[in-house]
């Protein structure tokens, strides 16, 4: 009976105290030296009567030592809320950790001078690929071939077959890529962008695995 009571005692002071639901965002673009508060990183779901301060609870300040690449581990931002007050519980979603990564603005700005650069090389570089292809299958012998048995004479310039088979070849890549310019064709995201998130997904894997390599060594001390 006692125990019960103790219980239910305990269980009415956590409802006064409130709960405090935290989801951290992935990645955080931050400039160098800002203060980096808890409402930057994370999506706070609590009580109004103490919302404010526990967005306004500083995480950490960047300095220069900590390169261009931080990680920030759910477990600080508990210690953190846990000393702003001890009888909040804390409830967290989602990912263990934010990575913070510094750049001079804030915010990562696209290099149009890189993209034009980028967009050439590929350009002129398919353009190629395609082109040796033909060449090693020598595709117009193929083609005046083909005109020839559908309609049983020989044609030199098979343009009944090389114009369809060019604008087949532009609009492949287009649905392909599921994008015309800014507009996509679907939902579906294409090829290329789930390479990019692939590798998204590994550099901040590693960068991640680093970070906690280097929490324990310092953890361990220098004679460890």
């Known amino acids: 009976m006692l125990h019960t009571t103790w219980k239910r005692s305990l269980e009415v002071r956590r409802l006064k105290a409130g709960i ?3 989801r951290l965002r992935r990645r955080v673009d931050v400039k160098p030296g800002a203060l980096i508060k808890l409402g930057d990183i994370a999506s706070i779901e609590t009580d109004i009567r103490y919302e404010d301060r ?10 220069p030592e900590d390169g261009n690449l931080l990680m920030i581990d759910m477990l600080q931002i508990v210690r953190l809320i846990r000393r702003f007050d001890p009888d909040l519980t804390v409830e967290t979603f989602g ?8 750049t ?5 700005k696209p ?4 993209l034009v650069g980028a967009w050439l090389l590929l350009f002129f570089g398919s353009g190629m690929a395609i082109m040796n292809f033909h060449a090693d299958v020598d595709m117009p012998v193929v083609q005046r071939r083909i005109i020839e048995l559908l309609t049983g004479h020989p044609d030199r310039h098979a343009l009944l077959f090389e114009v369809p ?6 609009l492949g890549m287009l649905i392909f890529f599921n994008r015309v310019f800014r507009k996509r ?3 579906e995201p294409n090829p290329l962008e789930v390479e ?21 060594e310092r953890e361990a001390g220098p004679d460890a």
């Open 20 to 22: 405090v639901y935290l």
């Open 54 to 63: 526990i967005r306004d609870l500083i995480v950490w300040k960047m300095r």
């Open 95 to 102: 990912e263990p950790h934010v990575l913070l990564e510094t």
């Open 104 to 108: 001079p603005e804030g915010k990562v």
């Open 111 to 114: 290099r149009y001078s890189l």
């Open 165 to 170: 088979y060019s604008l087949g070849v532009g």
């Open 185 to 187: 064709l679907n939902d």
């Open 196 to 216: 990019m998130f692939m590798y998204q997904e590994n550099v901040n894997h590693y960068v991640i695995t680093e970070e906690y390599a280097k929490a324990r």
